[in-house]
């Protein structure tokens, strides 16, 4: 369970005061997620997500990211609307963190997906692309290459107790995508985590997007990597193609994929996977006393790296060229 910060119900009345959501009828921490504090509110106005942001996310960053739901929804995404006070504030203190309420999306999100939910989220990826290029802010990707040397350097004494070897494969893996990471390719506002307990599903459909905490302006084309990677291996690690396929000739259909892009999808997908192999580990050796979570594990992303270093084709990810 995520929930770093406690909320006691007095607080939360406090809180609640500065929003014309009538009073407070009940509210639970939320089972899921692993990065911030989240509480499911039942108010008189309906159901509404409270959010704590917790340690990764800086305040600073907070009208990106609930700019960016309120510009994508206005373009017909389903994702969360942030809730304002009735001085027009997106966000405030509760608890010693900033904290906001969005509106509670439905659906359920898929923990096995199946070829039809990869096609799905290729659309929806797409759709989210297009929606994104007019907003106006920029944030830039803080764990994309130069944020993650800072991660191996918190993580690489205690690497070797999760595998041994680590600390080093990881440090090689590092210096070669340093060489290999692309530098001019087609930019834009991306999820950046867009995994499948953030995408909620009503059969087949998408209902809608959530978590937009790590969004950012980066290459579009790593996140359709990052989805790759999160929605496309199977429990055993292998990686699905037909899985793969479907995604990419989904989102191509929304967004054709440049040349380029195709050419540097294999090393996108493998900075990927070292990106989450990295905040997993750090997580994972890092759990704050008394937390309610349970941290993902880092090996998982591993596994994944050691494909990436083999399937260096396109054709390799289910990418026709
Ligand atoms: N707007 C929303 N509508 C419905 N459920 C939500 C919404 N936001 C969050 N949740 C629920 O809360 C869980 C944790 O939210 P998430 O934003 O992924 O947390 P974290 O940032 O900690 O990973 C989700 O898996 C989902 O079950
Ligand atoms: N998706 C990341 C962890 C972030 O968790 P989320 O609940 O915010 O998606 C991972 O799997 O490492």
Request: net charge negative; proline share 7%; hydrophobic share 45%.
């Amino acid at each position: 369970m995520a929930v770093y910060t406690d909320v006691s119900d007095l607080a939360l009345r406090d809180f609640l005061a500065d929003y014309g959501l009538g009073k407070l009828l009940a509210y639970k921490g939320i089972a899921e997620g692993v990065e911030n504090s989240n509480y499911l509110l039942h108010v008189e106005a309906g159901f509404f997500i409270l959010t704590l942001y917790e340690k990764r996310v800086n305040a600073d960053d907070l009208p990106f990211f609930l700019g960016l739901m309120e510009h994508l929804s206005a373009r017909g995404l389903v994702c969360p609307q942030p809730v304002k006070t009735r001085e027009g504030s997106l966000f405030k203190p509760l608890a010693g963190r900033p904290a906001a309420i969005v509106t509670f999306l439905e659906g359920v999100s898929t923990r096995a997906p199946l070829v039809a939910h990869c096609a799905a989220l290729g659309t929806a990826l797409a759709e989210l692309h297009r929606a994104g290029t007019d907003f106006p802010l920029e944030r830039a990707n803080s764990l994309s290459i130069s944020g993650w040397p800072p991660l191996l350097m918190q993580a690489r004494d205690r690497a070797d107790s999760v595998e041994p070897g680590l600390a080093a494969f990881l440090a090689a893996e590092l210096a070669a995508l340093e060489e290999l990471w692309p530098r001019n390719l087609p930019r834009g506002v991306i999820h950046a985590d867009l995994f499948p307990d953030n995408v909620l599903f009503l059969g087949d459909k998408v209902s809608g997007l959530i978590d937009f905490y790590f969004a950012c302006t980066d290459f579009l084309a790593y996140d359709l990597a990052v989805c790759l990677n999160a929605w496309c291996f199977e429990p055993d690690f292998s990686y699905n193609v037909t899985k793969g396929k479907a995604l990419i000739d989904a989102y191509q259909r929304a967004r054709p994929l440049t040349p380029l892009e195709i050419i540097a999808l294999p090393i996108l997908a493998r900075g990927a996977a070292l990106r989450f192999t990295l905040t997993r580990l750090v997580d994972w050796l890092n759990v704050p006393p008394g937390a309610l979570v349970k941290p993902k594990d880092p090996r998982e992303y591993v596994r994944r790296l050691r494909f990436h270093q083999q399937a260096t084709s396109p054709g390799d990810l289910g990418l026709a060229f």
